[in-house]
């Protein structure tokens, strides 16, 4: 018999899946959101230059951003890896206890 942890456990994982979809899209538009935004100023290198000297103290900041969303991504990757271990060891628990 599975006690409430396990139940906790599984609707844990559930919402960590749920959140890696979601964050999965997010990603995926900002990355052509920046690839837009790229090509905006390929065709003109003074404007493009002017306007990465003014914004770059938001460049950093937007840089230091991804790098924390990237590393919240992977963060929940992780958990929901020790998660499934977890589940996989009550499953096998409970086969045992059958046998």
Request: glycine share 0%.
């Amino acid at each position: 018999m599975r006690d409430e942890f396990y139940y906790i456990l599984r609707r844990c994982l559930l919402s960590r899946k749920d959140w890696l979809k979601y964050q999965n899209n997010y990603l995926r538009f900002k990355s052509l959101k920046e690839q837009a935004f790229k090509r905006r100023f390929n065709r003109n290198i003074l404007l493009s230059t002017t306007y990465s000297i003014i914004n770059l103290p938001s460049a950093i900041i937007n840089f230091l951003i991804k790098i924390n969303e990237y590393s919240e991504y992977n963060r929940v990757l992780s958990e929901i890896e020790v998660l499934e271990e977890e589940i996989n060891k009550y499953n096998k628990k409970q086969i045992n206890n059958r046998s």
